[in-house]
């Protein structure tokens, strides 16, 4: 099992960790805890190096296996032994420009339910781009420009993001958790994560994030579509 520290703490670039399973045939490593993010909720996964002495290994992505994260990495070197102690470096541009965009992915969310009462059905993302679905038949041209002022105001307004980790009977109790379809996730999962922009938006949530919408900086919507009379993908841009 791999202790998630990027649950707590997004902005961890470093760290130490001691292998505790090497899979060949996916040339992967897995360790007691990572700092990688192994993709999903729409958020790709990171990659970076692990090293220790002089061998370097290039992480070409983490991938989540049970309560494993895989480290894939790039074929044609030896995997280390277990319990070798080992240190893990992130791609921080990468990883650092996916928290931009995921919380721009919220406040968007977030503006678009307060102000239009339209759900989020799902999303995806790049760094610096993405794209989020919402179930919002009054969607229109007219509305790209009010709804970047609207989402650019949130961003100035500077505030901050946090995350929680409740226990289940306590996170099915919150009115605004129960929009987003909490009551999907699996009967197993006693402790929820729970990412809150103060006064804007909730949700459950197992990504990274960064701690202050100010961080996000300037956000453009560079298209919409129609995906049927009420479907609509909304696409924004980082600068
Ligand atoms: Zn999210």
């Not at 670039?13 to 993010?37: G, K, P």
């Amino acid at each position: 099992m791999t202790k998630l520290m990027y649950q707590t703490d997004s902005y961890l670039q470093h760290f130490s960790a001691r292998v505790i399973a090497v899979d060949e045939e996916n040339h992967s490593i897995v360790l007691d805890q990572t700092a990688f993010y192994p993709g999903g909720g729409g958020q790709p996964a990171d990659s970076g190096v692990l090293n220790f002495n002089d061998q370097i290994y290039i992480v070409q992505r983490a991938r989540k296996s049970g309560d494993d994260v895989l480290h894939i990495v790039e074929a044609g070197q030896p995997l280390p032994e277990i319990d070798t102690e080992i240190q893990g470096i992130l791609d921080w541009d990468r990883r650092y420009s996916l928290m931009r965009t995921h919380t721009a992915m919220h406040i968007l969310c977030g503006v678009i339910f307060r102000d239009y009462g339209a759900s989020v059905t799902g999303g995806d993302m790049d760094p610096l781009a993405g794209r989020m679905d919402f179930e919002f038949e009054t969607m229109q041209k007219e509305l790209v420009q009010t709804i970047q002022t609207a989402i650019n105001l949130e961003v100035s307004k500077a505030r901050p993001v946090r995350v929680d980790i409740l226990p289940r009977e306590v996170a099915f109790q919150i009115p605004d958790l129960i929009r987003t379809k909490i009551n999907l996730l699996p009967e197993g999962i006693q402790r929820v994560r729970v990412v809150e922009i103060e006064g804007l938006d909730l949700q459950a949530d197992g990504g990274t994030h960064v701690k202050n919408t100010a961080e996000v900086g300037r956000i453009r919507v560079v298209d919409y579509k129609s995906k049927g009379k009420i479907n609509k993908r909304i696409y924004v841009e980082l600068d």
